[in-house]
């Protein structure tokens, strides 16, 4: 480093070199207006005499309100539009206080056509200084290297911001050589000088592609997943790798070039995401002391960091998973203050541990994950189902109830319509549970459906992921199985929103769109790992697994659906089981899950949700006693069952 650049590195050097030079620039301009004005002649004796005493006060009055706004502590390689408008601002500002003086010293008073003319030009000189700067400096400091010849997918502004990026990095390894985008009013526009080509259609790609030597993709394009699994397997066609780039708006915390990252699974869902209330949930959680049961699970973790986020006064960590809630009370204490966030040990189904907690921190909001949710291991250990997913909500609704909580909302599954399987019955009575203690409580009670969850612990994403990277094969039970699929932060901002809506005993459905085949899910997993389905890597059927359906249900056939107000909320009123009946099941049901006849816990199952089909149990009729509330009544007038559509 020269002596040059290392006196220019000194802030206070700099600012003043940048002071003199507004000054300069402020003078020719005060120059030029007065050029202008006498058509480059001479200038009345007047006049003349008060241009040294005009030009000072200027000078001053400039550099005051110039200094007060900021406009010499800016950076001008990053000059824009925002940059433009303060500019113009604070010339505006100065101007005006020159000419009050003016009017007020008659020794610094101009004609007023001087006022405008130094107005524009020095708007002019300054802006034109700053702007060329930072061209020559994009030009002088730009990729220095001849990098992957990359294209971009999305003219819009999620790919501007991306090339803009790439041009200020002094060892960018992109070299853009052109967009493509299905606005035809963009065809030939140049973007930073970079041409948009065409559409983005199979045969401009295979064009461009081929003609640039394309050797990356970079999708700028939202959250169109339909289209983007279009481009991705028009890429796969030609080999050519593909990463995406979030929407603007989508990029808060890490802006720009960061985030580009690989095309994922869930890039490539059949459905949009779902937008909800963001507002009303942070009015539900600011300033609220919240639980979250099974908080060290998928579910339970994602429900701290969302909560967290709308400015709770505490979240309480209950798991009794000490790992896992090590791991996350760790995560969250590293992003947020750590009196908001409490770890607690415990289990659901300890009344004395479950009491002492609510005592103590009086929680307004109960989020309940904690559950047992494996299918299969759930076949083969149905009495630890029955005593976790049953008898563990009741203990924590209980609880909310008696403690005058502000809302319940328990975590429930698609599985627990015409259940087929143990896991399904159980979380079916857990619902039950739910809507039979929202009578008469002035705790607000509600329960959450939604089918699987991309990534989570167990599920069939992490599972496909190990096989892959073991070589394969990838196991799929059946070649037609389908299922309903979300990812993590969908489902837990539905939950919120569930617990923020109002209303009581009431059962939230997210809709997911259409169910995805699981082969092809296990298909675009081998493939966005660079491989080939059936040539690097097989794919076996192992047939379905007790207690699995071929495809999953979203309502039970009694349970239907009226508008509401709301766009994306529908309704369907039902009646459930009586109280004396289902407390006269679940005291059954508690002696049975405590003795080693499995039997006969399923049997018991089966009796409390008629519409059951588990192995090994019989059905007698089929399933009566839900009679639906006729649509026209108040809202209030019995237990609701709502859909939030996308």
């Given at each position: 480093?020269?002596?040059?650049?290392?006196?220019?590195?000194?802030?206070?050097?700099?600012?003043?070199?940048?002071?003199?030079?507004?000054?300069?620039?402020?003078?020719?301009?005060?120059?030029?207006?007065?050029?202008?004005?006498?058509?480059?002649?001479?200038?009345?004796?007047?006049?003349?005499?008060?241009?040294?005493?005009?030009?000072?006060?200027?000078?001053?009055?400039?550099?005051?309100?110039?200094?007060?706004?900021?406009?010499?502590?800016?950076?001008?390689?990053?000059?824009?539009?925002?940059?433009?408008?303060?500019?113009?601002?604070?010339?505006?500002?100065?101007?005006?206080?020159?000419?009050?003086?003016?009017?007020?010293?008659?020794?610094?008073?101009?004609?007023?056509?001087?006022?405008?003319?130094?107005?524009?030009?020095?708007?002019?000189?300054?802006?034109?200084?700053?702007?060329?700067?930072?061209?020559?400096?994009?030009?002088?400091?730009?990729?220095?290297?001849?990098?992957?010849?990359?294209?971009?997918?999305?003219?819009?502004?999620?790919?501007?911001?991306?090339?803009?990026?790439?041009?200020?990095?002094?060892?960018?390894?992109?070299?853009?050589?052109?967009?493509?985008?299905?606005?035809?009013?963009?065809?030939?526009?140049?973007?930073?000088?970079?041409?948009?080509?065409?559409?983005?259609?199979?045969?401009?790609?295979?064009?461009?592609?081929?003609?640039?030597?394309?050797?990356?993709?970079?999708?700028?394009?939202?959250?169109?997943?339909?289209?983007?699994?279009?481009?991705?397997?028009?890429?796969?066609?030609?080999?050519?790798?593909?990463?995406?780039?979030?929407?603007?708006?989508?990029?808060?915390?890490?802006?720009?070039?960061?985030?580009?990252?690989?095309?994922?699974?869930?890039?490539?869902?059949?459905?949009?995401?779902?937008?909800?209330?963001?507002?009303?949930?942070?009015?539900?959680?600011?300033?609220?002391?919240?639980?979250?049961?099974?908080?060290?699970?998928?579910?339970?973790?994602?429900?701290?960091?969302?909560?967290?986020?709308?400015?709770?006064?505490?979240?309480?960590?209950?798991?009794?998973?000490?790992?896992?809630?090590?791991?996350?009370?760790?995560?969250?204490?590293?992003?947020?203050?750590?009196?908001?966030?409490?770890?607690?040990?415990?289990?659901?189904?300890?009344?004395?541990?479950?009491?002492?907690?609510?005592?103590?921190?009086?929680?307004?909001?109960?989020?309940?994950?904690?559950?047992?949710?494996?299918?299969?291991?759930?076949?083969?250990?149905?009495?630890?189902?029955?005593?976790?997913?049953?008898?563990?909500?009741?203990?924590?609704?209980?609880?909310?109830?008696?403690?005058?909580?502000?809302?319940?909302?328990?975590?429930?599954?698609?599985?627990?319509?015409?259940?087929?399987?143990?896991?399904?019955?159980?979380?079916?009575?857990?619902?039950?549970?739910?809507?039979?203690?929202?009578?008469?409580?002035?705790?607000?009670?509600?329960?959450?459906?939604?089918?699987?969850?991309?990534?989570?612990?167990?599920?069939?994403?992490?599972?496909?992921?190990?096989?892959?990277?073991?070589?394969?094969?990838?196991?799929?039970?059946?070649?037609?199985?389908?299922?309903?699929?979300?990812?993590?932060?969908?489902?837990?901002?539905?939950?919120?929103?569930?617990?923020?809506?109002?209303?009581?005993?009431?059962?939230?459905?997210?809709?997911?769109?259409?169910?995805?085949?699981?082969?092809?899910?296990?298909?675009?997993?081998?493939?966005?790992?660079?491989?080939?389905?059936?040539?690097?890597?097989?794919?076996?059927?192992?047939?379905?697994?007790?207690?699995?359906?071929?495809?999953?249900?979203?309502?039970?056939?009694?349970?239907?659906?009226?508008?509401?107000?709301?766009?994306k909320i529908q309704v369907g009123r039902f009646r459930p089981v009586g109280r004396e009946l289902l407390t006269r099941g679940l005291d059954s049901l508690e002696a049975a899950a405590h003795e080693p006849d499995a039997l006969k816990v399923r049997t018991i199952l089966a009796e409390l949700v008629p519409e059951a089909k588990l192995a090994g149990v019989p059905r007698k009729s089929e399933p009566r006693g839900v009679a639906l509330v006729d649509e026209s009544k108040d809202r209030?007038?019995?237990?609701?069952?709502?859909?939030?559509?996308?």
């Amino acid at each position: 480093m020269n002596l040059l650049e290392t006196l220019w590195i000194r802030p206070w050097l700099r600012r003043i070199g940048i002071i003199a030079l507004h000054t300069s620039l402020w003078a020719a301009g005060f120059v030029l207006a007065l050029a202008i004005r006498f058509d480059g002649g001479g200038i009345e004796p007047e006049i003349a005499q008060r241009v040294p005493t005009a030009l000072a006060v200027l000078i001053v009055t400039r550099i005051v309100v110039f200094y007060s706004m900021r406009q010499f502590h800016g950076l001008w390689q990053y000059a824009g539009i925002p940059e433009l408008r303060s500019l113009v601002s604070a010339t505006t500002i100065g101007t005006a206080g020159f000419a009050v003086i003016g009017l007020m010293v008659q020794s610094t008073r101009m004609p007023r056509s001087i006022y405008v003319g130094e107005w524009l030009t020095s708007l002019a000189l300054i802006g034109g200084f700053r702007f060329l700067f930072r061209l020559l400096r994009e030009r002088v400091s730009g990729p220095k290297i001849d990098g992957t010849r990359t294209l971009i997918i999305g003219a819009g502004d999620a790919g501007e911001s991306l090339l803009r990026d790439v041009q200020r990095m002094r060892e960018a390894k992109w070299s853009i050589v052109g967009f493509l985008d299905d606005d035809p009013r963009k065809a030939g526009a140049l973007i930073r000088s970079v041409r948009v080509l065409g559409p983005a259609d199979r045969e401009a790609l295979r064009r461009y592609v081929g003609m640039y030597d394309v050797k990356l993709v970079v999708l700028a394009m939202g959250s169109d997943s339909k289209r983007m699994r279009e481009i991705v397997g028009y890429c796969r066609e030609l080999n050519v790798p593909t990463k995406t780039l979030p929407s603007v708006s989508d990029r808060i915390e890490d802006m720009g070039f960061r985030n580009v990252r690989e095309v994922a699974i869930e890039d490539l869902l059949q459905r949009e995401a779902v937008k909800l209330d963001v507002g009303q949930v942070e009015a539900f959680l600011e300033g609220k002391t919240v639980l979250i049961t099974g908080a060290g699970g998928s579910i339970g973790t994602e429900l701290a960091r969302q909560a967290l986020r709308f400015n709770p006064a505490v979240v309480l960590l209950f798991d009794h998973d000490e790992n896992a809630l090590f791991h996350i009370e760790r995560e969250l204490r590293a992003l947020h203050p750590a009196e908001k966030i409490k770890a607690l040990m415990g289990d659901i189904t300890d009344q004395g541990r479950v009491e002492w907690v609510f005592k103590h921190y009086q929680p307004n909001i109960v989020l309940h994950a904690a559950a047992h949710k494996h299918v299969p291991m759930m076949e083969g250990n149905p009495c630890e189902a029955v005593k976790n997913n049953v008898f563990g909500t009741i203990q924590i609704a209980r609880a909310a109830h008696e403690h005058k909580a502000e809302a319940f909302v328990l975590i429930s599954t698609d599985k627990a319509v015409n259940p087929t399987n143990v896991m399904g019955a159980t979380k079916r009575i857990a619902e039950m549970v739910t809507q039979l203690r929202a009578q008469g409580s002035q705790t607000r009670f509600a329960a959450v459906r939604f089918g699987n969850v991309l990534g989570s612990a167990g599920s069939v994403v992490p599972i496909f992921r190990e096989q892959i990277a073991k070589g394969g094969p990838v196991v799929v039970t059946h070649p037609d199985v389908t299922r309903y699929f979300m990812t993590i932060p969908e489902a837990t901002q539905l939950v919120l929103q569930a617990g923020a809506l109002g209303g009581t005993g009431e059962i939230f459905i997210l809709d997911m769109g259409e169910p995805v085949k699981i082969v092809n899910l296990a298909r675009d997993l081998i493939e966005l790992s660079g491989l080939t389905p059936d040539v690097d890597i097989q794919i076996e059927f192992s047939g379905l697994r007790p207690g699995e359906k071929l495809f999953e249900e979203l309502l039970h056939n009694a349970e239907s659906f009226a508008k509401t107000p709301h766009p994306k909320i529908q309704v369907g009123r039902f009646r459930p089981v009586g109280r004396e009946l289902l407390t006269r099941g679940l005291d059954s049901l508690e002696a049975a899950a405590h003795e080693p006849d499995a039997l006969k816990v399923r049997t018991i199952l089966a009796e409390l949700v008629p519409e059951a089909k588990l192995a090994g149990v019989p059905r007698k009729s089929e399933p009566r006693g839900v009679a639906l509330v006729d649509e026209s009544k108040d809202r209030a007038s019995g237990p609701l069952l709502v859909a939030v559509s996308g």
